[in-house]
Each structure stands twice: as structure tokens, then as C-alpha cells.
């Protein structure tokens, strides 16, 4: 999954404009994401990857750039 799938994934689960989206947008305060809006991104990213995603670390994802290094680091 590239940046640009993981960023208009998120652009499409929120419901913004994919160029509103910068890296240190943070999910919540900046974009506008509530917790169902997460538990949906979080659960289309551990089947488009087939991972699983604990709670621990779906709590470190706070930012695009987090988000996009999380899934760098488990492809």
C-alpha cells in the first residue's frame, strides 16, 4: 500500500479532500476523525494487508505519518 492509497484511504473514510491531508495532520483534532471513523480505517488496512493491528498500536496512530510508517513497517 503506497502513501497516496494509505492517504486517499483515509481521505475516503473521513469524507475530506485528499490535498486537506498533510503528514503531521493529526487524525483526530486536524481531521476530523471520531473513534468509529479509526476503527473503520484500521480494520480496511489490516485486510488490504492481512495483519492485525493491537490496541496498543492502533492507540500510537495519531498522525498520517504515523499511520503510513505502521504500514511500511508490517507490508
Do not use: Q, Y
Not at 481521505?11 to 471520531?34: F, H, P, Q, T
Not at 490496541?55 to 499511520?67: H, I, Q, Y
Amino acid at each position: 500500500m503506497t502513501k497516496e492509497e494509505i492517504i486517499e484511504l483515509i481521505a475516503k473514510k473521513l469524507r475530506i479532500d485528499v490535498d486537506s491531508i498533510e503528514d503531521d495532520s493529526n487524525l483526530v483534532n486536524d481531521l476530523g476523525a471520531d473513534s468509529i471513523d479509526l476503527v473503520e480505517m484500521l480494520m480496511e488496512i489490516e485486510s488490504a494487508l492481512d495483519i492485525t493491528v493491537s490496541d496498543e498500536e492502533a492507540a500510537e496512530l495519531k498522525t498520517v505519518r504515523d499511520v503510513v510508517d505502521f504500514i511500511e513497517e508490517h507490508e
